[in-house]
């Protein structure tokens, strides 16, 4: 029943406009639509959009009034669905201090997704236990989607072994075509496998966590491309210069050897009439003096076409 009204749920930020609701009033709005969504979800949609919902209002909501509760849920949700693969929204939210002051477990495990390795996630899952359980979350899902974002530092387009993954997840018993398969099904990477050679190529298509220095080589690497691709422009600008006199000359020609047949088919016209006019002439003269003239036949000649 959850899924139909799902739409409405996503919406309430259009509808909190269209009815021009105030801050409180859009912010119980929230309240209300992540109570339902807690109370029933049960589908990974169902969740994605009780993810998104907590977003809006962990931003709508001043600090100081949000409540703990909605920003641990927020954070676990961002750890746990498959959907969410990077963290610096999540890491440079103002209520990431909240996270702290509230839940230190959940924010250690944040840090560990965001910037550590597998080591310190299993060092963090034996001492954290208790509240693994408490928030009814699965420790092997979360293993297996850090190892997944892991993959993703490995290098990049060069042919890695089945080896070297086992040795990234830390997992030497896993089966890593399987590995594999899944984390190409969620959208973290994508990977050509050779199974004979138990090798593959990783190609991925996300980042665990975004720096200022990654966003600095993105933007250099667009920089040199805008270049290349002006020289491309300018090259090929000049060239059409160098060669529209030619194209010019060409049309020129043209048009002169139109010129040309037109002046051909009017000679050809002309001598056409010139042929005709005697045969007109003999004609007259035979009605008057009833005789026909007799002339020379005309053996095997040929009409002249005008093309």
Sequence with gaps: ???????????????????????????QLHEIA???????A??????????????????????????????????QL??????VMQYNRLVELKVYEVLK???????????IFAHKGLPEFDAWAKKSSAFIEERKMSKEQLRKKLGMLLLCELRFEEKITYKDVARAIDNASADIEDFVQEAVGHGIFEAKMDQ?????????KTKRFVSKEDWQEISDELRKAKEVVGGILEELQD??????PELVAGLKESIEGVKSAKEDAEVNENDKEEEEEPAATEKVEEKKTGKKKKGKKNKGKKCQSIL
């Design 1 to 27: 029943m959850l899924e139909l009204i799902l739409p409405q749920l996503r919406a309430i930020d259009l509808i909190a406009d269209r009815y021009q609701f105030n801050d409180q009033d859009r912010i």
């Design 34 to 40: 992540i109570s339902s969504l807690q109370a029933a």
């Design 42 to 75: 049960k589908t990974t949609n169902e969740f994605i959009a009780l993810y998104k919902i907590l977003l809006d209002y962990v931003r709508a909501v001043k600090e100081v009034a949000v409540v703990p509760e909605r920003v641990v849920l927020l954070y």
């Design 78 to 83: 961002g750890l746990e669905l498959f959907g």
């Design 101 to 111: 002051k509230s839940s230190e477990p959940m924010y250690e495990l944040v840090e």
């Design 196 to 204: 004979l050679e138990e090798t593959l190529v990783i190609c991925p």
């Design 239 to 244: 060239e059409e210069k160098v060669e529209e």
